[in-house]
């Protein structure tokens, strides 16, 4: 079967990581006001025997497996396109969502309160995530390539831990301190947390994150080898030089 596509078509797995990354992204917006806690057999420094994470923390995660695939395959500035389009439809589905919930609810609909409650993220979280977001992953982009260059594209696993863990620790860091320090401060929404709180949210996140960043690197090498061998396209020299 000819597996070659007219020029500039995307491919299967162009669309499938995009439409990854986009619906993880979504995911993790809708997601984020939710504190999760899960119990742990040993305790560990500032978190103690909780892990404490926002809900967003799993599906944001599969945001930078999605990159990183996406970035070894079709390059840099292909990524920061999809990277900072995902970022302009954050506002699309921040629309969408508040529209819903300012339009008048049906006799038979479910309590507008409730509804609003599950899905109207607040201001300091939709802050908190937006910043975070910009930052972090086209911080993950660039670092994903220079170490690209720098290796001459040998070293997948590397440039995936090292742009993933850096990445993820700059958007733990930033969305914890402004969505629930500096926002709840500055306007006066949302629920304020002390120091102490805040070392125990960014600690759980970061290490839920970097333990993704171990396990998908499999996954990469996965995708990225799946995709080679089946597209009749030159993604191994793709971004090297970009």
Wanted: charged share 10%; proline share 4%.
């Amino acid at each position: 079967m000819d597996q070659t596509q007219p020029r500039g078509t995307p491919t299967v797995t162009q669309v499938a990581l995009i439409g990854l990354f986009v619906t993880a992204l979504v995911t993790a917006q809708l997601t984020a006001s939710k504190i999760l806690a899960f119990e742990l057999p040993v305790a560990i420094p500032v978190t103690g025997t909780d892990l404490i994470l926002p809900g967003a923390a799993l599906a944001y995660a599969l945001t930078f497996f999605a990159s990183d695939c996406y970035s070894e395959l079709y390059g840099r500035k292909a990524a920061q396109v999809v990277v900072n389009v995902a970022f302009a439809m954050n506002f699309v589905v921040l629309v969408l969502v508040w529209s819903t919930i300012a339009a008048p609810a049906a006799p038979t609909s479910i309590d507008p309160a409730t509804f609003e409650s599950v899905l109207g993220a607040s201001t300091n979280i939709v802050a908190g995530s937006l910043l975070a977001y910009v930052v972090s992953q086209n911080w993950d982009v660039i670092v994903f390539h220079r170490i690209r260059e720098y290796t001459d594209g040998e070293a997948l696993w590397l440039r995936n831990l090292a742009s993933t863990a850096s990445s993820q620790a700059i958007d733990t860091v930033i969305f914890v301190t402004v969505a629930f320090s500096i926002a709840p401060q500055v306007f006066g929404v949302g629920f304020q947390m002390g120091a102490g709180d805040l070392a125990a949210l960014i600690v759980g996140q970061y290490l839920l994150k970097l333990a993704i960043a171990v396990v998908d690197t499999p996954f990469v090498y996965a995708v990225v080898g799946f995709v080679r061998s089946r597209e009749d396209v030159d993604t191994a020299s793709v971004g090297v030089r970009e």
